[in-house]
């Protein structure tokens, strides 16, 4: 059987502290790093997120219209493992993509003890079938490498600027 999957991995280094790193992606504000790419939706908010930000947490967005997605709750973003200050790995289902509906996203933290931090994001989308494979690569490869890139940008901002946390992750 051939692999349904396709994987891209983006990286940068932080100035702050290793606890910032590791939480800014998952208990800080989503709504200023998913904020639309070309027909990505932005997300508007979260809804039924009380468990977000333990292992095992869930929450479900909420987008805003796009060319192919209508503005409402749709699927469920869930973590899977939470090792304190080291790695984060969840997942994204249930959306309505027609050629994915299923992805992993993975962070890594090290810490380089100069007062920097490397990170590591790794997104990994499944396809719906072997017909939707060369699409799901084409998408994964091209214009979820740049949403990636902006979103690494923005979350080292909000990391080194000790922007809030919207969850606890207790």
Do not use: H
Request: with cysteine.
């Amino acid at each position: 059987m051939k692999k349904l999957f396709s994987t891209n991995i983006v990286s940068a280094t932080f100035n702050c502290s290793l606890e910032r790193a590791y939480n800014t992606p998952i208990l800080g504000d989503a709504t200023k790093i998913l904020i639309g790419y070309g027909n990505c939706p932005i997300v508007l908010g979260f809804c039924k997120d009380e468990t977000w930000g333990n292992e095992g947490g869930k929450r479900v967005p909420i987008y805003n219209g796009g060319l192919f997605i209508k503005s409402k709750e749709r699927g469920i973003d869930e973590i899977f493992v939470k090792k304190e200050n080291s790695y984060w790995k969840w997942g994204v289902r249930d959306f309505g993509g027609v050629f994915s509906n299923k992805a992993i996203g993975e962070w890594f933290c090290a810490d380089n003890n100069d007062g920097t931090i490397t990170i590591k994001w790794k997104y990994t989308w499944y396809a719906s079938s072997i017909f939707t494979k060369p699409i799901a690569w084409l998408f994964v490869k091209t214009y979820w490498q740049n949403v990636m890139r902006n979103g690494m940008k923005i979350i080292k901002q909000m990391a080194e600027m000790e922007a809030p946390y919207i969850y606890s992750g207790n």
